[in-house]
């Protein structure tokens, strides 16, 4: 079974929503940041979103600040991503991760991944 696995990509025109959504094992849910991260074509791995539980403390991106929100279901274990008025540049490869405790933004610090899903925005 995935450590990490997301859900929830699809096709959308400009303007529309999507809500990722990311379970997590049990022994990756207590890490103390769960993020999410994107990958479009010929580009790097970029934050998204950073949610430090300890602290309940969010971080977005400014590309996506006012548009997208990053919440946690304690009940279901899950760490969503909502995602509003989507724009072509956010066609992506959209990764969950759970890293350490200071949040970082690099991709490099973080142990666990998801396998990804495609959201793609046609204009």
């Known amino acids: 079974q995935a450590e990490l696995a997301e859900s929830g990509g699809g096709s959308v025109e400009t303007g529309g929503s999507l809500r990722l959504s990311c379970t997590a094992s049990e022994d990756i849910y207590v890490r103390q940041c769960m993020a999410w991260f994107r990958e479009a074509p010929g580009k790097e791995r970029e934050v998204v979103a950073r949610?430090?539980?300890?602290?309940?403390?969010?971080y977005l991106a400014d590309s996506v600040r006012g548009r997208f929100m990053i919440s946690i279901d304690v009940t279901k274990k899950t760490v969503d991503l909502q995602m509003n008025r989507l724009e072509p540049s956010d066609t992506a490869m959209y990764y969950c991760a759970a890293g350490p405790a200071w949040c970082p933004t690099a991709p490099t610090q973080y142990e666990s991944w998801g396998r990804g899903t495609q959201v793609t925005v046609s204009s």
């Open positions: 949610f430090y539980k300890t602290k309940g403390w969010l």
